[in-house]
């Protein structure tokens, strides 16, 4: 089945560094855009970022202002996103998603906490 599996978050301080990582499996990885969402109790879901399957990125500019990078590995499933500059407000959980065959799909979320 359809699967995206998300890791490489934890507790960074602000103005740290994280890369996140999306392996997935079950479709044809190279032929979907892929996007980063992420959730907190305040805001709720926000969209961050998203890839074409060629390799064309979009940012959320008012959450992200040049400070993430996405990327994607079609060889290797492989779906990314560096963090940097971060600020407390980047706390949330992390996840990616893709809509297959007009579904969408989601991980299961990593935590990205930004504290001192």
């Known amino acids: 089945e359809v699967q995206m599996v998300e890791s490489g978050g934890g507790l960074v301080q602000p103005g740290g560094s994280l890369t996140l990582s999306c392996a997935a499996s079950?479709?044809?990885?190279?032929?979907?855009?892929m996007n980063w969402v992420r959730q907190t109790p305040g805001r709720g879901l926000e969209w961050v970022s998203t890839i074409s399957y060629s390799g064309g990125a979009t940012y959320n500019e008012e959450s992200v202002k040049g400070r993430f990078t996405i990327s994607r590995d079609n060889a290797k499933k492989m779906l990314y996103l560096q963090l940097n500059s971060l600020k407390p407000e980047d706390t949330a959980v992390y996840y990616c998603n893709s809509v297959i065959a007009g579904y969408p799909y989601w991980g299961q979320g990593t935590q990205v906490t930004v504290s001192s």
């Open positions: 079950g479709f044809a990885f190279a032929d979907y855009a």
